[in-house]
């Protein structure tokens, strides 16, 4: 019994201590939309008023109908960023499948090669990018930069670890009813890795809706431009006007909370199921 009360003792202590942790972390944001509605005079008043003294819905309403198009800017993040999570999380699940149960001739070799790649700095291959883009015409398109994040080494990678980790059994089974690879991939495979796949599919969508170098290098069309580029041309226009800037930035944070708390189970699942062998 005493042991059981030390434990739980443990557990509260480690929870208040995470708790506190937990608001540190999130200080910095609350501080953001507590700005993003102030009137500009009170962004940077010291002592800090968490609580605007005036609730200015205003800036919302000057950031999306201003003189920037801040949704059409919108529009083409979520669309960038959905095709480019599909593809990627697609293409990686079925390398992962192919890389952790299907034996053929120079797997390990070919899997070692194409991690090899992810050891070369993006920065390191922008150059031939660019004119490789330029002379496919892919430059300044939507497509381009969507293929560009689409095919992932990391992705391949951390899914092929957990394809690993179901049992042969089940694919063989599948096999003997005269399935073929593709369809084990998707009515088996699939439905049981869906909390990994989920993870990767919630980091996808985080890593390609927060890219600022790709659409930077390769749009040039100002209807084209993502919300990181419109982000970036909001706070040179409005110049020192910070509570426009934190409404402009809480309005581009809001789809990566909804992902995140729509998928926090999965992403959770799927971190236990990673830590558990066999």
């Given at each position: 019994?005493?042991?059981?009360?030390?434990?739980?003792?443990?557990?509260?202590?480690?929870?208040?201590?995470?708790?506190?942790?937990?608001?540190?972390?999130?200080?910095?944001?609350?501080?953001?939309?507590?700005?993003?509605?102030?009137?500009?005079?009170?962004?940077?008043?010291?002592?800090?008023?968490w609580i605007p003294s005036e609730w200015r819905w205003?800036?919302?309403?000057?950031?999306?109908?201003?003189?920037?198009?801040?949704?059409?800017?919108?529009?083409?993040?979520?669309?960038?960023?959905?095709?480019?999570?599909?593809?990627?999380?697609?293409?990686?699940?079925?390398?992962?499948?192919?890389?952790?149960?299907?034996?053929?001739?120079?797997?390990?070799?070919?899997?070692?090669?194409?991690?090899?790649?992810?050891?070369?700095?993006?920065?390191?291959?922008?150059?031939?990018?660019?004119?490789?883009?330029?002379?496919?015409?892919?430059?300044?398109?939507?497509?381009?930069?969507?293929?560009?994040?689409?095919?992932?080494?990391?992705?391949?990678?951390?899914?092929?670890?957990?394809?690993?980790?179901?049992?042969?059994?089940?694919?063989?089974?599948?096999?003997?009813?005269?399935?073929?690879?593709?369809?084990?991939?998707?009515?088996?495979?699939?439905?049981?890795?869906?909390?990994?796949?989920?993870?990767?599919?919630?980091?996808?969508?985080?890593?390609?809706?927060?890219?600022?170098?790709?659409?930077?290098?390769?749009?040039?069309?100002?209807?084209?431009?993502?919300?990181?580029?419109?982000?970036?041309?909001?706070?040179?226009?409005?110049?020192?006007?910070?509570?426009?800037?934190?409404?402009?930035?809480?309005?581009?944070?809001l789809p990566l909370l909804l992902i995140f708390i729509?998928?926090?189970?999965?992403?959770?699942e799927g971190i236990a199921r990673g830590g558990v062998?066999?």
């Amino acid at each position: 019994m005493d042991k059981l009360k030390e434990i739980s003792i443990k557990k509260a202590g480690i929870t208040l201590i995470m708790g506190v942790f937990g608001i540190f972390f999130l200080l910095p944001f609350i501080w953001m939309v507590s700005a993003s509605l102030k009137p500009e005079i009170e962004v940077f008043s010291y002592p800090i008023q968490w609580i605007p003294s005036e609730w200015r819905w205003e800036n919302y309403e000057k950031v999306w109908f201003g003189e920037q198009p801040f949704i059409l800017y919108y529009w083409n993040s979520i669309k960038v960023t959905l095709a480019t999570t599909f593809i990627s999380v697609t293409v990686s699940a079925m390398a992962a499948y192919g890389f952790s149960k299907i034996k053929f001739k120079g797997r390990d070799v070919l899997f070692l090669l194409v991690l090899a790649t992810f050891l070369i700095p993006a920065q390191a291959i922008l150059v031939p990018q660019f004119i490789m883009y330029r002379y496919l015409n892919l430059f300044d398109t939507h497509i381009g930069l969507i293929l560009l994040n689409s095919f992932s080494v990391l992705g391949t990678f951390l899914l092929r670890q957990f394809f690993s980790s179901i049992h042969d059994d089940f694919i063989d089974a599948a096999k003997m009813d005269g399935a073929s690879h593709l369809t084990v991939f998707r009515k088996v495979v699939v439905p049981m890795m869906i909390p990994a796949i989920s993870t990767y599919a919630i980091l996808r969508f985080i890593w390609t809706w927060n890219d600022y170098q790709g659409p930077l290098i390769f749009l040039r069309s100002e209807e084209l431009s993502t919300i990181q580029l419109a982000i970036d041309k909001f706070s040179t226009s409005s110049g020192e006007l910070y509570s426009l800037i934190m409404a402009g930035s809480v309005s581009a944070i809001l789809p990566l909370l909804l992902i995140f708390i729509i998928g926090q189970k999965y992403v959770i699942e799927g971190i236990a199921r990673g830590g558990v062998k066999g």
